[in-house]
Structures are given as structure tokens and as C-alpha cells.
């Protein structure tokens, strides 16, 4: 490996950038040009760079984290500003860095003012979100994770559509009310190390190895638990979700689907499972439970929206639940599913949200009754959307189909119970998608200001070419991604099975091994 | 008698001196004569910060009543900070408001010396002579506007009140020397210590006479019914200054007597102040919700984050007491920066502290806006500034002694106060402008101050190690 610091240039470049924004004048908005190329430059370094990692990063996993750096914070309370990543992490930061780009250029037009403030806030975004996914240090972790919400707040409350304060304020506080707890339990976790070792530490790696008391270790796992749940969201904590999604400018609501919700589920994979293994395998049925009601009634909600942005909101409440499901049933089939299904998530609701905003861009209308039998007018914008959506609803040979089919198989093994209801989730996918898009591109043009509509622009080639095409290789090729996080989820498995026996169930430990039965 | 008897006092020294030297300066200035009376100001406090470093790690002592050691001078340290902030920003406001730019001054260097004795002494006659000192300074620069009915309201009712306070504060002394024989610190512990008091009536009677007094200088639910109104009637700047600095020596002064003398008798004091401090905490919290005035958010705000420190306080442990160091330098530089942006934006006639009036701010002064909003995410505990370090360093003291459910009421309610806080950024970002005079041209002075506030937050939000390692050294020597 080189000796760079490689994992710090990821997370610092776009900082790097909306410090270089703060140097031009841009008060009139005469400058929104080179506004927006240094931030897509710096967002397509950032990409770069996150490419380099995966270009050295080393698929047999050996070492458990690759990229450490560790620096001394607070010394004091043994605070580190330490860094690293696993296959897990990797994915996601790479997917961050490739949604960041097509989350700006969904917003060249849509944006006019206050272009620099925010391009400054996207950046600092990006940055946050990669901070959440590097870290290994947990106070380091809950200031990135804090730290998100402040620019997203901004962006949704400053360039969002009608009701973008209501949204803002909901998704800060939202948000909020559950990460305090969660730095509660944080504060616990360190200190109850202290007591044990003598030293404080908020090292991941050493914390896993804490013995809790499974009391204490009940409370703390809720604390993690509700933050981020909230974050994904899991029901019943999701009716922020809607809201924000709904009210955010384009490249907001992609970030939002695409990269934030998957901080919650990371942090389940990451933290929540690992750190209190105990409380979690208690929990796992509850959190399942949630689960597959988050993936029936996100896709029945989803189904009688009038609004295209509120269906694939609470489309993505439902694809989440998978995610989550998959976590709870925690065997190496399940959790590499889940963390398929959040690339692939990722990619197609970020899709969606840039086919909504292109259609809204023009029509200034996200009704769909506002629109049907477009697919005459914009043959190549029906096409490339039709692709998505088959990618979101999860068809074979399509990123969905993967992750929904690898959760089903893990969870079939613990409990072939939720499979059945998630089942139903899959199918209600299909429903509402295809008859949102049936209402929207087919029939006749019932409306005359459709007729106008112009078919895609370069730009927006450029956003839906990558994902359509990453879309389309997750499919087909899914070894890329499960090969570099099999080594990742393997350890985090084990980590957690290892507390197999604490746990009073009536079912054969052997059920829950990943070997062949 | 050596002349290093004086040691101890030499930064009190300074500052007193200064402050004689601004009131004769006003005597002798000639009618339309335009005098550096700042200036004189900045010099007084400045000497006082270089003794102040001077002394570090000196544990002096002067004639048996003040100390100096690291923890009364790092709280003097953020005492002279906020002295230096509030004649920054005072600038502006007073040739503004035609203010008597003398008595002013003189005024806030004497209250800054009654602080920094408050934080210093080890007698508590003393400390109560202190506290007097401050207080009526206090008083009376809430009522320098004599032209606005408010502010004289505000004074009187805040005098009113606290001489109340004061009485009681005395009383407690009164009963504590009854029983131990001594109103020195050092000897009231021994002695308590020594005979095990904790069951004696006269001494709860005593303790809870202290709590009453401190508690109404920090503005402690149920002692806080003044502060709102006088937060609002005074001037912006005044506000600010007391917001911080006399909140500042109250804890200080309050975490000496209490985690020094009384700390034998903790098992029946921290019950008491476990209930203050959630009482503060969400009465500060729900009532500022309801505001719509901003000085009047930012009182009970206030009022809040006195919640904030005496959680430090009832923990009682060395943690807590860094973090009561490291929560008053964040807090003081964080809200008094913010009462700074109050007071520029203000006008003669107007104090222009409605909410309203900070719609689309960020459209007409980016600058500010930006600069408030530094401050109010500061005040809400967000990464990376200074409030979100001083909230974890908080309630990491909370949760070491054990103390989860203070700590979980801390940050519920922590997460409530960003409710209000955000209105103003709401205001301020995503609101159109309504019609309104631009102030003035605002002063650059005060605007390098708002700029160093910043600066300081950052500093103590994403470097904290420095101040940190200085904070636990500081409660290392005493107590």
C-alpha cells in the first residue's frame, strides 16, 4: 500500500473544495458557473480517490480495517481521530463519492440561487457522510454523524420546494432526538471500559471486546437501536422521511435516499450488532418484526400517493426494511444481502429521485396525473426511467434482485416466517412501481403541456448513464461487490455468533450457522 | 508583610486600576472632547490576563482570604475574555445609544473585579463582599439607558431581587460561622469533615441558604424569575456580559465553596442540586420555545445552560470539575458573542431583538448571519464548536458518577433548546426580508471581536485537547 494517508485525501477533498468556494466572489451570481465546476471537480477527484481505495484495497481481508490512520485527538479521554475501512465500508464510501456528482449535476438547473452556499453545503455533506463511514473512533463517529445533519438541514430548508422549513425542522429534530441518546450510550460504553481497563478508549475495535452487563447492555443497544433506526427509517420511525424526501431539492432527496439512510443501516451493521451482541440477538425478532411491517405498509403507502416524489419516499421505507431485516437475521447470506441491498438502493432510488426531479424540472409538477403517455414525447428519458424502475423493483439480472433474493435466502434460514411477509413486499413493489409508470409514460397525452416536453439533455445522459449501467453490472455481476465485504460480514457474523448460546430461543443454534445443514 | 503578599491580587490589581483610570479620564474629558476611553479599558484587562498567566501553577496567596491558584485563573482568564468582548462590542452601542462612555466602563471593569475576587476567595465574607461588588455594578449597567422605561424597570426589579438573594446568601454565612466558628473555607471543611455534621440542622439550614444564594446569581430554576426581564431590558451588550460573566463567577464561586467546604456533606447536597439542575435545564428549555423575543430566547436559554453546569457540579467528581472549567470557557464566548450580533443589529430607538426582525438576514448581512449561526449551533451543541465538546464533557461527568438519567434529561433537553434555536436560523436563512432600516455601518472593531468569537469556538470545538489538559490541570491542585 502506499504510504499516503489515502483515506483522509477522500474524506478531506471535498472540505478542500468548499474551502476553495469560499474564495470566490459570487455575490451576484455572476460566478454560479465556476461554482459548479470546482464542486463537480472536487466531487469527481473525491471519486477518484474512493476508486484508488478499492484499486489498492485488499480483497482477501486480511487485515480486519485496511487504510488505518490513527492521530491523537483528546488524549485525554483517549480520543483518536482513527480511520479505516473493511469491504463494508468500502462499498459504501465508493457509492457516496459516485452518488455525490450525479446528486450536483441533478441539481445544475434546478438550483439558481445561492449557488455557491450551496454548493458548500453539498461538500461539506459528502464529507460528513465519508467521516461516518471511516471512522473506528466512536466520539470521532457521532461528530461526523452530527455533523451531517447541519448541512442537509440547510439544503433542504433553503432550497427545497413549498413546505421546506416544516421539513427541515422536523428532519434536524427528528434526527436529533434519537442521536442524543445514542451519545448517552456512548458515553456509557466508553466509561464502563474505563472501569473495566483502568484507560479511557473510544476504539471500536477494542470496545467489541467489552463485557456489558446484559442490563446495561439492553439499554445501551436501544439507545444505538432508536438513532439509527430513525435513520434508515425503520417503522414506526419513519415520518420524517416523506416529509424531507418531498420538500429536498433533487440532489438533496438523492443524497438523502441514497447515502443518509444508509448511515442507519450501517451503523446497525457496524456498531449497534457488534458492540452489545447479546441485547441485539434478543432484540433481532422485534427488529425483524419492524422490519417486514416497514416493507408491507411502506409499499402500500406507496401505492396511493398521487405525488411520484411521496411514492419513491415511501418506497424507499419499504426497500430499507429489507436492509434492516436482512441485519436482524445476521448470517453471512442476510447481512451481505443488506449491504448489497444499500448499494443497490442507493443506486436506483437515486435513480428515481433523478427522474422525478427531470420530469418535475420540466412540468413543474410531480402529480402523476399530471402527466401520461409522455413516452411519445421523451422516448429516450421513458426508456432510461424504465430501466430503474425495473432496477428498483428488483427484477433478475437488475442490483434489486440480488440483495431482496440474498436477504430472503438468509432470513429463510433463521425464520422462514418474515420471508413470507417480506415476499408480499416484493410483489407490492412491482405493483405500485410499474402502475406509476404505466400512468405516467403510457396512454394518451392527456395534458398539452406535455406535448413540449423536451427529451433528454447531455447532463442528463450523464446522470442516468452511470447508474442505468452500474444498475445493470450489480446484476450481472454481483462478485465485485460481495467479494470485497465477504470477509467484513464474515467477521461481524462471527463476532456476534460467538454469543449464540447466551441466547434463550427454542429454535437449534445450528438453524442460524451459515454452514451448509 | 512582603510585597509577594500581593501576588494573588496583582490581576484584581490591574483591573481596579483601570477602571479608576477610565473614571477620572471621563471627569477630565472636555465636552466634545473624544477620548480612547476604551482603550484604557483593553489596557487594564489586557495587564490583567499577562499577570494571570504569570501566576499559573504559583498557587499564591494574598493575606489569607484570595487564592490563585489554576482554577480560579482559568476562570479569571474567561472572565477577562468576556471583559475584553463586552468593551469590543461596546464600541458601537455606546457612542450609538450616547451612552456616558466613563461610567460605563468604570462600571464593567468594577463588576469584572468583583468576578474574579468572587472566583478567588477563600473566605467567605469575602466572597461575599465579591459578589456585592459585581452585583451592583451589575445593577446598575442594566439601568444605564435612564431614557428607556424598560431598563429601569429591569435594573430595579433585578436589585430588588438581588439583594433579596444577597440576604439569604449572608444568612447562610451567618449560620455557617455559628457552627463552625469560621467563615474561612479551608477551616469550615476541616471542621465539618472532623465532627461529621452532615445530620445537623443548622448546617442543611446553611447549605440550603448558599444554594439559594448562588442559585439566583446563576439564574437556577427556581431562583430565576428575574433574569428573563432583566435580560431583556438591559442593552444587548450588558446582557451578554452578564449573561456570561456573572453566570461564570456564580459557578465558579459555587463549585469552590461546595466541592472544597461542603464537599464532606455532598451525599445531602447533590440530591438538592440533582433536582435544580433538571428543573433548569427543561424549564430553560420549554420556556424558550415559547419566545418570540430573541434576547428573551437567549435568557432562558441561558438559564438552560446554567442547568448545563450544575450537572457538572453534581457530579462532583474531577471530570466534572474540568468540564465546569471547559463549559464556562465555551458558553462564555459562545453567548456573548451571540448578545454581540444582538447589539450591532440593533438601532437608538429599537432593539430590533424580534424574531422578525431577523428575517432574511443572510440575504442582507451574510456575514452576521453566518457568524449567528456559528453561535447558535455552538448553543445547541452541534459539531464541530465549542457548545458540542462542553455538552459531551458535561455529561461525561454525569454518566461517571452514574448520574444516566440527569445526563439523558440533559441531552432531551438539549435537543428541545435546537428547536428554538434553529427558528432564529429559519428566520434568518429561509424567510424573505421584510421592509427594515439597515443598521448602521456596523463597527470593525466589534466585528474582529464577533470574528475572534468565532474563532474561539472552532478552536475549542475541534482542537479541545489544549484546553482540555489545561481544564484538568486546573482542578487538579485544589479541592
Known amino acids: ?517 | 508583610m512582603t510585597l509577594s503578599t500581593f501576588d494573588a491580587v496583582i490581576p484584581v490589581i490591574c483591573v481596579s486600576l483601570a477602571g479608576l483610570v477610565v473614571m477620572l479620564a471621563e471627569s477630565f474629558r472636555g465636552r466634545n472632547e473624544r477620548m480612547p476611553i476604551g482603550g484604557l479599558a483593553v489596557i487594564g484587562l489586557v495587564g490583567a490576563a499577562i499577570a494571570t498567566v504569570l501566576l499559573w501553577d504559583r498557587n499564591a496567596t494574598s493575606f489569607g482570604v484570595v487564592t490563585a491558584d489554576n482554577f480560579a485563573l482559568f476562570v479569571n482568564l474567561v472572565l477577562i475574555a468576556v471583559g475584553l468582548l463586552t468593551v469590543f462590542f461596546s464600541s458601537q452601542t455606546i457612542e450609538r445609544d450616547r451612552l456616558p462612555a466613563g461610567e460605563y466602563y468604570a462600571l464593567v471593569l468594577f463588576s469584572v473585579v468583583g468576578m474574579m475576587l468572587m472566583v478567588q476567595a477563600t473566605d467567605l465574607l469575602l466572597l461575599f463582599l465579591a459578589l456585592e461588588t459585581m452585583s451592583i455594578a451589575v445593577y446598575v449597567l442594566t439601568g444605564i439607558r435612564r431614557d428607556q422605561p424598560a431598563s429601569t424597570e429591569a435594573a430595579f426589579k433585578y436589585f430588588l431581587l438581588g439583594a433579596f438573594a444577597s440576604a439569604f446568601f449572608l444568612y447562610g454565612i451567618a449560620f455557617i460561622y455559628g457552627v463552625t466558628g469560621s467563615t474561612n473555607l479551608d477551616r469550615v471543611g476541616s471542621v465539618i469533615a472532623a465532627q461529621s455534621m452532615s445530620g445537623n440542622p443548622m448546617i442543611l439550614l446553611a447549605v440550603g441558604l448558599l444554594i439559594v444564594g448562588f442559585g439566583f446569581k446563576i439564574a437556577a430554576v427556581p431562583f430565576h424569575m428575574w433574569s428573563p426581564d432583566a435580560y431583556e431590558g438591559a442593552p444587548a451588550v450588558v446582557t451578554g456580559f452578564m449573561s456570561t460573566g456573572v453566570k461564570a463567577a456564580a459557578v465558579a464561586g459555587f463549585a469552590r465553596v461546595f466541592l472544597s467546604a461542603l464537599e464532606p456533606m455532598i451525599g445531602e447536597w447533590a440530591p438538592v442540586l440533582w433536582v435544580v439542575a433538571a428543573a433548569t435545564m427543561i424549564l430553560g428549555t420549554v420556556l424558550g420555545v415559547a419566545q418570540t423575543s430573541l434576547k428573551r430566547m437567549l435568557a432562558y436559554s441561558s438559564i438552560a445552560h446554567g442547568g448545563y453546569l450544575l450537572v457538572g457540579l453534581v457530579a462532583g467528581n474531577d471530570v466534572g470539575k474540568a468540564a465546569i472549567l471547559y463549559y464556562l470557557a465555551a458558553y462564555a464566548v459562545t453567548n456573548i458573542g451571540a448578545f454581540g450580533v444582538i447589539a450591532l443589529l440593533g438601532s437608538r430607538d429599537r432593539a430590533n431583538d424580534d424574531l422578525r426582525d431577523y428575517a432574511g438576514l443572510w440575504h442582507s448581512q451574510p456575514a452576521l448571519a453566518t457568524l449567528m449561526t456559528i453561535f447558535l449551533l455552538s448553543l445547541g451543541g452541534f459539531p464541530p464548536t465549542a457548545g458540542f465538546v462542553a455538552k459531551w464533557y458535561i455529561f461525561s461527568a454525569a454518566v461517571a458518577s452514574g448520574y444516566y438519567w440527569l445526563a439523558i434529561i440533559g441531552v432531551v433537553s438539549s435537543v428541545v433548546s435546537v428547536f428554538f434555536y434553529l427558528r432564529v436560523v429559519v428566520m434568518m436563512y429561509m424567510s424573505e426580508r421584510d421592509a427594515r432600516p439597515l443598521p448602521a455601518p456596523l463597527s470593525r472593531v466589534a466585528l474582529a471581536a464577533l470574528a475572534l468569537s468565532v474563532l474561539a469556538i472552532l478552536y475549542l470545538g475541534i482542537v479541545p485537547t489544549q484546553i482540555i489538559s489545561i481544564a484538568q490541570a486546573s482542578v487538579s491542585t485544589i479541592f
Not at chain 1, 465519508?130 to 433553503?158: H, K, Q
Not at chain 1, 457496524?270 to 408491507?296: G, K, M, N, Q, W
Not at chain 1, 418535475?360 to 401520461?372: C, E
Open chain 1, 1 to 517: 500500500m502506499t504510504g499516503w494517508p489515502l483515506l483522509s485525501i477522500v474524506i478531506w477533498l471535498p472540505t478542500v473544495g468548499a474551502l476553495l468556494l469560499l474564495l470566490v466572489n459570487n455575490r451576484d451570481g455572476s460566478r454560479n458557473g465556476l461554482v459548479r465546476n470546482i464542486t463537480l471537480v472536487a466531487s469527481l477527484a473525491t471519486f477518484a480517490a474512493t476508486l484508488a481505495l478499492w484499486a489498492f484495497y485488499d480483497m482477501s481481508g486480511a487485515a480486519e480495517f485496511q487504510f488505518t490512520e490513527r492521530l491523537p485527538w483528546i488524549p485525554a479521554f483517549g480520543i483518536e481521530y482513527s480511520l479505516g475501512i473493511d469491504g463494508i465500508s468500502l462499498l459504501l464510501i465508493v457509492l457516496t463519492a459516485f452518488l455525490t456528482p450525479i446528486a450536483l449535476l441533478s441539481s445544475w438547473e434546478g438550483v439558481q440561487k445561492k449557488v455557491k452556499e450551496f454548493s458548500i453545503f453539498m461538500l461539506l455533506l459528502e464529507t460528513a457522510m465519508l467521516g461516518v463511514f471511516a471512522s473506528l473512533d466512536l466520539f470521532l463517529f457521532y461528530v461526523f454523524w452530527d455533523f451531517v445533519l447541519i448541512p442537509m438541514y440547510f439544503i433542504i430548508g433553503i432550497w427545497g420546494y413549498e413546505r421546506r422549513v416544516y421539513a427541515a425542522v422536523k428532519f434536524i429534530l427528528y434526527t436529533m432526538a434519537g442521536s442524543v441518546l445514542m451519545l448517552v450510550a456512548i458515553i456509557g460504553v466508553a466509561w464502563i471500559n474505563q472501569n473495566q481497563t483502568g484507560s479511557y478508549s473510544f476504539d471500536l475495535l477494542h470496545l467489541y471486546g467489552l463485557q456489558i452487563p446484559a442490563r446495561t447492555q439492553f439499554w445501551f443497544f436501544l439507545a444505538f437501536a432508536v438513532a439509527f433506526a430513525i435513520k434508515v427509517p425503520l417503522f414506526p420511525f419513519h415520518t420524517w422521511l416523506p416529509d424531507a424526501h418531498v420538500e429536498a431539492p433533487t440532489a438533496g432527496s438523492v443524497i438523502l435516499a441514497g447515502v443518509m439512510l444508509k448511515l442507519g443501516s450501517y451503523g446497525l451493521v457496524r456498531f449497534a450488532f457488534p458492540l452489545f451482541p447479546e441485547a441485539a440477538l434478543d432484540s433481532a425478532p422485534y427488529l425483524a418484526t419492524l422490519a417486514v411491517i416497514a416493507i408491507v405498509y411502506g409499499a402500500l403507502v406507496a401505492m396511493v400517493q398521487p405525488d411520484m416524489k411521496k411514492l419513491v419516499a415511501y418506497s424507499s421505507v419499504s426497500h430499507m426494511g429489507f436492509v434492516v431485516l436482512g441485519t436482524a437475521a445476521m448470517n453471512m447470506q442476510a447481512v451481505q444481502g443488506a449491504v448489497f441491498q444499500m448499494l443497490a438502493h442507493g443506486v436506483s432510488t437515486g435513480g428515481l429521485f433523478c427522474i422525478v426531479g427531470m420530469l418535475s424540472d420540466r412540468r413543474h409538477t410531480r402529480l402523476i396525473r399530471d402527466y401520461g403517455g409522455i413516452k411519445k414525447v421523451i422516448p429516450r428519458l421513458t426508456a432510461a426511467s424504465l430501466l430503474i424502475t425495473l432496477a428498483s423493483i428488483g427484477l433478475p439480472g437488475m442490483n434489486g434482485f440480488i440483495g431482496e433474493f440474498l436477504i430472503m435466502l438468509g432470513t429463510f434460514r433463521w425464520d422462514a416466517r418474515y420471508v413470507v411477509v417480506a415476499g408480499l413486499g416484493v410483489i407490492l413493489s412491482a405493483v405500485y412501481m410499474l402502475w406509476m409508470f404505466q400512468r405516467v409514460y403510457y396512454g394518451e397525452v392527456t395534458d398539452e403541456h406535455n406535448l413540449t416536453m423536451r427529451d433528454m439533455s447531455v447532463r442528463e445522459w450523464a446522470i442516468l448513464g452511470p447508474l442505468a449501467a452500474a444498475a445493470i453490472a450489480m446484476g450481472v455481476y454481483p462478485n465485485a461487490f460481495l467479494k470485497p465485504m465477504e470477509p467484513a460480514v464474515g467477521r461481524i457474523v462471527q463476532r456476534i455468533e460467538q454469543h449464540q448460546p447466551f441466547r434463550v430461543e427454542n429454535k437449534p443454534v445450528a438453524i442460524r450457522r451459515d454452514s451448509p445443514r
